[in-house]
């Protein structure tokens, strides 16, 4: 099966029901195991693990494929820009660097440049630091749908889908 589906920002790939579907292309900047301090959930001596295993090293800011190779994205980056050194969130998920909105920008623009014409972008966001809204500023084109989930309603799901024509064309079609 051919690779149609690329996730930048794959961590562990707990969204992922089949974490080994063989369409998708797994990246991730990082490459470890994480072993952290979490009393809460974690095993009897107090630790939890997070295993951070992609196909590819990659930086979803600069994306090692060429223009329209893939049908989906899936684009789920960091979302912390304050964690501690051992916070098992910033394990998990990673943390944004100070150069988020530049970070985030060159994010959006790199997974519409790998999607086909038509091809869907799907954004995963939770706004416990960063509200949706100023991250949507950053994106080139408009969602056309999404959900809010999550226990506190903080995560956002959002559907974006790539224009044959130019970008701005369809921004201002949206608003």
Known sequence: MDKTILDPCSGSRMMWHNKTNPAVIFGDIRSETITVTDRSHGKHDGSRTVN????????FRALPFPDCT???????????VRAGPKSWLAAKYGKLS?????DLTKG???CL?????HG??????N???IKVREVLELAPIKPLFGHIS???GLTHWLVFMKPVSNTSEQKADAA
């Open 52 to 59: 951070i295993e992609p196909d590819t090293l990659m930086d």
């Open 70 to 80: 893939f049908k989906l994205v899936s684009f789920d980056p960091p979302h912390l």
């Open 98 to 102: 100070d150069n988020w909105r530049d």
């Open 108 to 110: 959006f623009s790199e």
């Open 113 to 117: 440049r790998v999607l086909e014409p």
């Open 120 to 125: 869907v972008l799907i954004f995963k966001w």
């Open 127 to 129: 706004e416990t630091q």
């Open 150 to 152: 999550g226990r506190k």
